[in-house]
């Protein structure tokens, strides 16, 4: 499948309902080849990076971001995404090689994780940035997400994630939808929308189908008066650059940037995003070292 990646947003049931949905393959891939994850960290990054571009396309000002982090007990031991409001992504795994036996014949993303709590920040340019935290509950990404729209922020909701995984261990297909429901909603719009959620085919069922994110939305939202509002490019999207890792080197403070400088060898630092390495000689640390305090 080769469509680029891209978040749709509609409305439904005259704006009783407010609806996302993304096609993510190719952001999963590049993070695939990135960090060089397993399948079932594949499945589980390509599901938080899935909620997260989605969940940034609701923020209102372009320099809002979001964070997703995921603190858990399980192999794969955490997991961080970050996501702006105009679609750009970018995430990593702490233990990207995870190997775990398939469960149901599935990726077993949620016995990857294990137990833990999901955090949600949203950093508005504000003093004090929003922060709610929640339990995960299956440790599958899109119940936890669910839980965490439900009991944080109130708002009653139906989040579906998938990544489905070629043979050779590339991203065959990766999407998902959000439906949010407004405190107003009429009863018989909610038992209908209900309805639809139990009947529909599972989100990597509907992608490996070729459904587009339209039409996932159109079958979730069906016989509801969707419309759909707006489409935006989804990508993965790192800003580093070694101006950026220079001033954390500088941040760490003159006692450690001695250390390296004593040690007599230029250092590797890499993004942990996107895994780029950044290489400093002796000498460019000695720069470095009369700008920190
Ligand atoms: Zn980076």
Redo the contacts with the bound molecule.
């Keep these: 499948m080769n469509m680029n990646d891209y978040i749709v947003r509609a409305t439904a049931a005259n704006a009783q309902i407010r609806a996302f949905a993304a096609a993510t393959t190719e952001l999963t891939e590049q993070a695939r080849v990135h960090h060089g994850t397993s399948p079932v960290a594949t499945a589980a990054l390509g599901r938080l990076l899935t909620g997260g571009v989605m969940m940034g396309s609701m923020m209102k000002n372009p320099m809002d971001v979001l964070t997703l982090q995921i603190h858990c007990s399980g192999p794969i031991n955490g997991l961080t995404v970050t996501a702006d409001a105009s679609g750009g992504v970018?995430g990593y795994v702490n233990v990207p090689d995870v190997i775990l036996p398939p469960k149901n014949g599935k990726l077993d993303v949620g016995g990857a994780l294990g137990q833990g709590i999901l955090n949600v920040i949203k950093d508005m340019g504000l003093k004090e940035p929003y922060a709610g935290q929640t339990i995960l509950q299956t440790g599958e990404i899109a119940e936890d997400l669910t839980y965490y729209f439900a009991t944080s922020e109130q708002i009653p909701s139906s989040v579906g994630l998938g990544v489905l995984m070629e043979k050779n261990n590339t991203v065959r297909c990766a999407g998902g939808f959000i439906i949010q429901v407004m405190p107003f909603i009429e009863e018989e719009v909610l038992v209908k929308l209900e309805e639809n959620v139990s009947k529909i085919q599972s989100v990597t069922s509907m992608l490996d189908n070729g459904h587009t994110p339209e039409e996932m939305l159109s079958q979730v939202l069906e016989g509801l008066d969707m419309e759909v509002t707006d489409t935006l490019p989804a990508k993965f999207d790192?800003?580093?650059s070694k101006d950026r890792i220079e001033k954390a080197i500088i941040s760490i403070g003159k006692k450690d940037i001695q250390e390296m400088i004593d040690d007599g060898e230029s250092i590797e630092v890499k993004?942990?995003?996107?895994?780029?390495a950044y290489h400093f000689t002796v000498d460019e640390l000695q720069v470095l070292l009369e700008k920190s305090r």
């Design positions: 970018k790192c800003n580093c993004c942990h995003f996107c895994n780029t």
